[in-house]
Structures are given as C-alpha cells and as structure tokens.
C-alpha cells in the first residue's frame, strides 16, 4: 500500500471521514498519526506528541506494546475468530476466569462484549431482566448520579442525559431518577438524603443504580470519596437495589488500584454487576466485559429460553481481543507497571500545591494517575471555543489533551518517562502564560 504524504492523509480524511465527538464545519485539521512510539504518538511529517490521555483513555502500558502485539500476532495464526454462542476458546476462558480471581467479591461470571457502551446495555438488561425472572414485578427503574455519563447506545445515553450531550435524543430516551453526586452543587450528605428519601418512596420501583466509582470521567473529571460511593451501595443493598459499577475508565489501575471498587470494598460497600472496557486490552483491540455475581446468574437459569439474557455480537469474546487482555493483565503482574503508577501519581502529587496557588488554575484535583483542574474560563461549555484553543495550543506544544470544556486533565500511559510528564507540567506554565493574556480585560477576551 502506499505510503500517504502529510497532505494527502489530510486531504483524504476531510473528503471520507466523519470523526467523532467533533463539530466537522469548524473543527481544526485532525492531527495526521502514523506511528505511535510509548508514550508519544508521530505524525506523518516525523513529529512527537504526548499521548496525555492515552487515546482516549484506553492506551494504558503505551503505543505498539511489544508484550500485548505478540500475543495479537500469536493468537492470529491460532484463531482469529469464532462465535461464542455454543462455542468457547481457550483465550475466552483464561480471561474470564482472570477478570473474576482479580475482580473485587462478588463477582462470579463474565459476559463479553465490544466497547463501554455495550458493556453498560448488558448491564441495565441483566438489571431489568434479574427481577422480572425472579417473579418481582414492576422494578423498572434505574437511578443515576447527575453528570454521569455512560455511552452512546440508547440505554447508556439514558442513565447520562444529565450530562447534556443528549439533548437531539431526549424523546427516545427512558425515564431515568438522577441523584446529586455530592461534589458539585451539595454535599455527600445531601446527596445520601437525596438517595434514601427516593428509595423510601420507591424502592419497590427501583431496579438498579448505576454509576461511576470514583471518577465521573466526561462530565470534567468529578472525584469521589471511595466512603461516599459505599454508603450509596449500601443504602441500596438495605433497599433491595441492584448496583452497577461503570469501572469502562476507572479500571485497570487508573485510580489507584486495578479496580476502583477495590477501594470502594474497604469501606463496606459492592457492587453487584461491573463494566470494564478501555484498558482491557490496552488499547489493542475494541472489547468490553460485564461482571456479575453469582446470584445475579443465577437468576437467568431456568428450563425456560425467555429466562436467558437473549443478547450477543458478532465479535463476542474475539479471541484476539481476549489474547490482548490477557497480555494487559500479565503486564500489572510485572512490578515494574505498579512502580510506574505510583510514581506517576507523586509527580501529579508534587505539582498539586503549584497549581492550586496559580491565580488561572481552579480545584486542581488527583486519583491514582488522573490530574485534573479548570483553567478559569466563562466559557466552559464542551466544544467552546476555549476549550478548542486548549487544544490546539497544547498541540501546537507537542501534547495531545482533549479538554473537557475548560477542565485539562493528564490520564498519561503508564510507561511515560519522568521528564515527559514533567515537561507537561512544564508546558502547561507556557499555557497558562498565554490564557492569561487572552482572557485580560480587551478585545477578543469575550471568546474566552
């Protein structure tokens, strides 16, 4: 195949691709990668970014990981594919009964899918269904923390059309009950009333709560307190209320631990079905998992077929999908990915107390691998103009961010070296000089 110069992948992609997330009538040229080297992607004039979100959240051990890229390359000239319905592989196996030896008590069984949205359809399903096939009527409902968000398919837009991308989409979309969060606008303990005064009401009503541990990813990097996400499931749990962690971006060690839910377990609080997708294949190949507990399972068993969970894709269980994994996961036993973690986190740590006196920074915040803070902007809406120029300023520096709105946030893979995350660090001052002189008082200013 021919190589593509600069201008040509430019000029081709603007003539057939439809990019995501992305207003294409003004959106800048995307950027033209080629390669990716660890943490640094290349683009087609030889040029290196830092990967700062690692792809979307996904690329977790870096680009081209030889480790995972073997295990790929091995399993497909073993099986590229085959249909999990009525069939079943060794890669398939292996990973589900990794998932649940290393997932947090209860987890019991593994339900594969393609991607986090997927994940979460499974989910709200196995929700729903659970209490029709154990003979309880009329728990149809689910509740949801406001801000989250959950996917792009119509169940996961649902449970986060608080998080306002949805909005085209809002005649289609069930009634979902939102809670506070207890980070924004009230406290934990307004959003735990919130909580029991619906449940007193209507937990008879209430199949599920869904949410995400730890981390509300997209509504701007919201943390939470592992305390405040246990009291939720345990209020739950006293109310006969499914719980359905989304870990599609908190797992895999982005927060700390493997799981967030591992932290959340050491205050008392489970939950009873998991999401993971994203870093279950180090960003190799699309995959997503569900993990339930074993009474949840078992609810589906029955000599009936209208008691099984009728759902499916065609890539269920990919076996090169499952290989990745498997290679991602051999990674975390190696020392080396834990010391990496750890020391990313203390030198988000070390540059906390700099960002929190910087007159332009807001509420710089860390968890695990993930720095995140707010840049002060009157505009903070997604896809504003500022958070366009955050983008392409950082680009222009040599670092990929994708702002959230006017929140910045470094989620870097686990192999970045010491001094390109602190070069970031670095960068992010000659950023921070530039937005003071365009949001000064004169013209212009009312862009940002």
């Known amino acids: 195949m021919k190589q593509l110069s600069h201008t040509e992948l430019l000029e081709l992609d603007a003539q057939y691709c439809w990019h995501p997330f992305t207003q294409m009538?003004?959106?800048?040229?995307?950027?033209a990668v080629v390669r990716g080297e660890g943490e640094f992607l290349v683009d087609a004039q030889g040029n290196k970014y830092f990967d700062a979100v690692s792809s979307w959240w996904v690329n977790i051990h870096g680009h081209s990981n030889p480790t995972i890229a073997k295990a790929i390359a091995q399993q497909a000239l073993e099986l590229e594919h085959v249909m999990f319905a009525g069939v079943t592989h060794p890669p398939a196996v292996r990973l589900a009964e990794r998932l649940i030896q290393q997932a947090p008590i209860p987890m019991a069984k593994v339900f594969y899918s393609d991607n986090g949205s997927t994940a979460i359809e499974v989910a709200l399903k196995m929700a729903f269904q659970y209490w029709q096939n154990k003979g309880v009527a009329g728990k149809n409902r689910i509740v949801a923390l406001e801000g989250g968000y959950h996917g792009d398919t119509f169940g996961a837009m649902a449970t986060g059309k608080s998080s306002g991308f949805y909005d085209p989409f809002a005649p289609w979309l069930f009634q979902v009950d939102f809670i506070p969060t207890g980070v924004c606008a009230c406290t934990e303990e307004e959003a735990l009333a919130s909580l029991d005064q619906l449940l007193a009401s209507h937990s008879h009503e209430v199949a599920a709560l869904i949410l995400e541990p730890l981390i509300q990813g997209a509504s701007g990097m919201r943390f939470m307190r592992?305390?405040?996400?246990?009291?939720?499931c345990k209020r739950c749990e006293a109310a006969g209320v499914l719980v359905i962690f989304d870990e599609v971006f908190t797992g895999f060690g982005r927060t700390g631990t493997l799981f967030a839910a591992e932290q959340v377990a050491q205050f008392g609080g489970q939950a009873d079905i998991i999401c993971i997708s994203k870093g279950l294949t180090g960003g190799f190949m699309p995959m997503a998992a569900t993990l339930t507990s074993q009474a949840v399972y078992d609810a589906f068993l029955s000599d009936q077929v209208g008691h099984a969970l009728l759902h499916g894709h065609s890539y269920t269980a990919n076996p090169l999908g499952c290989a990745a994994a498997l290679a991602n996961l051999a990674l975390f036993d190696a020392e080396h990915t834990w010391t990496n973690i750890r020391r990313i986190e203390a030198t988000h740590q070390r540059w906390l107390p700099a960002l929190a006196c910087h007159p332009l920074i807001e509420n710089p915040r860390v968890c695990g691998t993930?720095?995140?803070f707010e840049l002060k902007s009157s505009h903070s809406q997604y896809g504003s103009s500022a958070s366009q120029w955050i983008r392409q300023t950082f680009l222009e520096l040599g670092i990929v961010v994708r702002p959230l709105g006017n929140t910045v946030y470094w989620v870097p893979p686990y192999c970045t070296e010491p001094e390109t995350l602190e070069n970031a660090y670095q960068t992010l001052?000659?950023?921070l000089q530039r937005w003071g002189r365009l949001i000064a008082p004169g013209p212009g200013s009312e862009l940002f």
Do not use: F, G, I, N
Not at 226 to 232: I, K, N, R, S, T
């Open 25 to 31: 009538q003004t959106a800048s040229p995307p950027l």
């Open 226 to 232: 592992p305390a405040h996400v246990a009291e939720l």
């Open 370 to 372: 993930v720095a995140a």
């Open 429 to 431: 001052m000659q950023v």
